[in-house]
């Protein structure tokens, strides 16, 4: 009930964005986890074919995010995003009626622009919706993207009980619903007129040192963030020998962020700067996986050994419910408003490529933990990412370096009258 009292706090525009975050993520969780499976049980397509398929959705996706950004800033959020779900409409059908691998390939790299298109615009028109309250907007996109994440998978596995193109086909149509409301209810935004080029743009961003070096710093929150995926499910999977264990990590996560996340930033941000608890919530998601670390070595135990891991499962999701509004308030503050699609865009292709060789190393970490009989490796590799990327945070706060807290509307207008007097 929270949660609904404080989403009709806020302007149309943007409870119609928590709502399409919530389908955006249902949807894509609906087709994604089970889209490798269809291409090679189904179609018999090679794990090399596979691969290519999937690496060309993520870095259709993750390349080109600074253009979705820029598109945003020059041509105006609401239209890149509604283009977006567009897009991920017609590629997510392609995945549901096309077997051929050229058809599969358009399918990956139209679903992966559309996340490029709309991830950046998406942040960029909620910055300038929620106005002062960018912080609890953003905990709000949070649980609904979470909730997303959680129901998707669920409705996927049920659909597939049919076959993989039911699925996919209504993956589809949740992004063509979400399309059709946005056209119909987001209402426009002119975007700031700009007098250099989209080079200048990008060059301005990236010579803003400050925040490439907090773009880096988040190379922990990201890189431990995918373990959700990876090693918190390998860890739980392996505790109680039952593969349907995985889905206790998101169902821990899901509540925690359903009962937590406005309490938690609405709470945190009366009492200390953006910065000190980013820095908090990044050295809470590295401490997370110590639990886990302490029984990795220790023979299947069962339910017991269980406990660790969820443990730390919900330690992280309470660090990502910690630092990550504050992370994505601060961001547009970094610049102009003009460049607000285009620092978000830059912010996740610098981090994202960060938290890749971030997942590397986990994953080489794994590896040789389990050759060479230390299942406690990969975990305390985890662990210090994110204390390193909280003291890179913290680094940059005591130097001064990053923006500060958001002025008040009512106290910017005096302020403004003054220096015009």
Same mark, same amino acid.
């Given at each position: ?12 525009a ?14 894509f ?19 090399a ?8 959705r993520?870095?259709s996706q ?29 590629g997510?059908?392609l ?11 358009? /399918?990956?790299? @139209?679903?992966? &622009?559309? !996340?490029a #298109?709309? %991830?950046? =615009?998406?942040?960029a028109?909620? *910055? ?99 373990q ?7 860890g739980?999977?392996?505790?109680t020998?039952?593969?349907? /264990?995985?889905? @206790?990590?998101? &169902?821990? !996560?899901? #509540?925690? %962020?359903? =009962?937590?996340q406005?309490?938690? *930033?609405r709470s ?34 069962g ?54 060789v ?7 970490a ?5 050759q ?10 985890? /662990? ?31 302020a ?6």
């Amino acid at each position: 009930m929270r949660t609904w009292h404080e989403m009709r706090r806020f302007p149309l525009a943007v409870r119609l964005l928590l709502v399409n975050q919530f389908g955006v993520n249902t949807g894509f969780y609906l087709l994604v986890p089970y889209l490798a499976t269809h291409l090679g049980e189904n179609l018999g397509l090679s794990a090399a074919v596979v691969g290519l398929v999937l690496g060309v959705r993520n870095l259709s996706q993750q390349g080109l995010f600074l253009i979705g950004g820029s598109a945003a800033d020059r041509l105006g959020a609401r239209g890149v995003i509604i283009t977006g779900c567009a897009l991920r409409t017609l590629g997510f059908a392609l995945f549901a009626l096309g077997d051929g691998l050229p058809v599969l390939l358009a /399918a990956s790299v @139209l679903s992966g &622009l559309a !996340g490029a #298109l709309f %991830n950046p =615009a998406v942040r960029a028109y909620l *910055t300038q919706e929620a106005g002062e309250r960018k912080a609890e907007a953003f905990a709000l996109f949070n649980v609904f993207a979470t909730a997303g994440a959680l129901i998707g998978p669920l409705l996927g596995g049920a659909l597939l009980l049919a076959d993989f193109r039911t699925s996919a086909l209504t993956a589809a149509g949740i992004f063509a619903v979400l399309t059709v409301a946005q056209a119909l209810v987001l209402p426009a935004r002119k975007a700031e007129p700009s007098a250099g080029s989209v080079l200048t743009d990008w060059r301005e961003v990236v010579g803003n040192r400050t925040f490439l070096a907090f773009a880096l710093a988040m190379v922990g929150l990201f890189t431990l963030e995918s373990q959700l995926y990876l090693l918190l499910p390998d860890g739980v999977r392996r505790a109680t020998g039952w593969d349907g /264990a995985a889905g @206790l990590v998101f &169902l821990v !996560g899901t #509540l925690a %962020n359903l =009962a937590l996340q406005l309490r938690i *930033t609405r709470s945190l941000k009366a009492r200390g700067s953006r910065a000190r608890w980013i820095a908090a919530g990044l050295a809470l998601t590295g401490l997370a996986f110590l639990p886990p670390a302490a029984v990795a070595d220790s023979p299947p135990g069962g339910w017991l050994d269980a406990v660790p891991v969820l443990f730390g499962a919900l330690l992280l999701y309470v660090g990502l419910m910690v630092a990550t509004p504050f992370v994505m308030e601060l961001i547009p503050d970094f610049g102009r408003p003009g460049l607000t699609g285009t620092y978000f865009g830059i912010f996740y292709v610098v981090s994202g490529v960060a938290a890749a060789v971030g997942n590397t190393a986990v994953g080489w970490a794994m590896d040789t933990g389990e050759q060479g009989g230390s299942g406690w490796l990969p975990w305390v590799c985890c /662990a210090l990412f994110g204390l390193a990327s909280a003291a890179g945070v913290a680094g940059l706060h005591r130097r001064g370096a990053l923006p500060g807290p958001p002025v008040p509307a009512a106290a910017a207008a005096p302020a403004e009258q003054r220096s015009t007097a």
